[in-house]
Each structure stands twice: as structure tokens, then as C-alpha cells.
T-cell receptor, first 116, second 111 residues
Framework: GENVEQHPSTLSVQEGDSAVIKCTYS??????FPWYKQELGKGPQLIID?????GEKKDQRIAVTLNKTAKHFSLHITETQPEDSAVYFC???????????????FGKGTHLIIQP | NAGVTQTPKFQVLKTGQSMTLQCAQD?????MSWYRQDPGMGLRLIHY???????DQGEVPNGYNVSRSTTEDFPLRLLSAAPSQTSVYFC??????????FGSGTRLTVV
């Protein structure tokens, strides 16, 4: 089955600096790569996703890059703010014919700490 | 539009008891799935459904049953609870080709 590795497990950055979280996966059939943010006591919230026909996607301060040849993708957060402190999860899924029916395989998460 | 609603939010069970975790979505999503979240393990897929009447097993299905009689509801049943099933459970739904929306979770403790 699919195996997703996520690094680092904890990341502490100064407010205003950038944060980068990296994930690798094993199954070449995976072609949907979402990132989730989870705050304490809440469910994961989708913040950005990318599909295998795109190498990079941006949404304001958040960007995701994908290298399908190397089977890795990364989350980039610029100009970090205190409200960015949370646990971030990467995930992968095969999207047969645009489906995404088989659920997600998650990385183990990164605890991002923004230091004031 | 409430999204994905899970009940109860908290539950304590004794070993051997059974219970059903409820999940309902009002977005007319085709796909629904259940995950458990344990410290240091991320979220792991238990069961999933691609439509009413169709379910399949995920990574960690043992000890859990599901059914999908309607598009809106996807309950998760624990037949005989064990301490190893102490976890936080999340239900999620998605439309074909879309992102998954998660509920707020059920925190289950088995003593």
C-alpha cells in the first residue's frame, strides 16, 4: 500500500519567517496531494491541494510544490503569523478518472510553532 | 449547510460494549470515509464508501463495521470495544474530484 513520510515532526520559526514542510510518497498511482491544518480539538481543514498535472499552486501566503518524478511535495508558508501555529498533515490519494473515492493516506503530521 | 456532523463528541465505553458513531453530511457528497487519529500516527483510514450501498475496507478495519443506506449517513459500529480502540475518530466526505471535508471528531475512551 501507499506510504507517506512527512518531515519534520516539529518546526519552530520566528514570526514573519517562512516555513517549509516536506512529504514523500511511494505509490506512483497517487495523483492528488492535499494539505490539512488541524487546530487543537478540531478536525483537519483543507488549506490547499494539488493534482499531478500541476507543479506548483499558490493561495496567498501558502504554496504547494510537487515533483512527481521524485515522488515528493512540499508546503510553503511565507510571512508566518501566530495563527499559523497548528499541526499540518500532508496526504495522498489516487484520483482514478478524477474520482478520489478510496480515501486518503496521511503523513504523521508536523507541529508548526510560530515564535513571537 | 452544516457540513459533516459527528455525534457524540465524547464517549466512554467499557471493554466489550458496543456502540455506533454517527456521521451525517448535507452536501450531497458521493464519498464518505472514517479515520482514526492516534498520537504520533497521523490519521488512518478505517472504512470508506463510494455511494449508498457500497463500502470497502481501509488500512485498519478490524473491529469496525460500516453501512451506507443513504447518501447522507455513514455510521461506524464498534461491535465489542477494546482498549486499543481508544482514539479520536473523524468522518469525512467529498465530491468526485473534490477535497475532503472533515467533521469535528468523536473522542472515544475504552476502559
Amino acid at each position: 500500500g501507499e506510504n507517506v513520510e512527512q518531515h519534520p515532526s516539529t518546526l519552530s520559526v520566528q514570526e514573519g519567517d517562512s516555513a517549509v514542510i516536506k512529504c514523500t510518497y511511494s505509490d506512483s498511482a497517487s495523483n492528488y496531494f492535499p494539505w490539512y491544518k488541524q487546530e487543537l480539538g478540531k478536525g483537519p481543514q483543507l488549506i490547499i491541494d494539488i493534482r499531478s498535472n500541476v507543479g506548483e499552486k499558490k493561495d496567498q501566503r501558502i504554496a504547494v510544490t510537487l515533483n512527481k518524478t521524485a515522488k515528493h511535495f512540499s508546503l510553503h508558508i511565507t510571512e508566518t503569523q501566530p495563527e499559523d501555529s497548528a499541526v499540518y498533515f500532508c496526504a495522498v490519494a489516487p484520483m482514478y478518472s478524477g474520482g478520489g473515492a478510496d480515501g486518503l493516506t496521511f503523513g504523521k503530521g508536523t507541529h508548526l510553532i510560530i515564535q513571537p | 449547510n452544516a457540513g459533516v456532523t459527528q455525534t457524540p463528541k465524547f464517549q466512554v465505553l467499557k471493554t466489550g460494549q458496543s456502540m455506533t458513531l454517527q456521521c451525517a453530511q448535507d452536501m450531497n457528497h458521493e464519498y464518505m470515509s472514517w479515520y482514526r487519529q492516534d498520537p504520533g500516527m497521523g490519521l488512518r483510514l478505517i472504512h470508506y464508501s463510494v455511494g449508498a450501498g457500497i463500502t470497502d475496507q481501509g488500512e485498519v478495519p478490524n473491529g469496525y463495521n460500516v453501512s451506507r443506506s443513504t447518501t447522507e449517513d455513514f455510521p461506524l459500529r464498534l461491535l465489542s470495544a477494546a482498549p486499543s480502540q481508544t482514539s479520536v475518530y473523524f468522518c469525512a466526505s467529498s465530491q468526485r474530484g473534490g477535497g475532503y471535508t472533515f467533521g469535528s471528531g468523536t473522542r472515544l475512551t475504552v476502559v
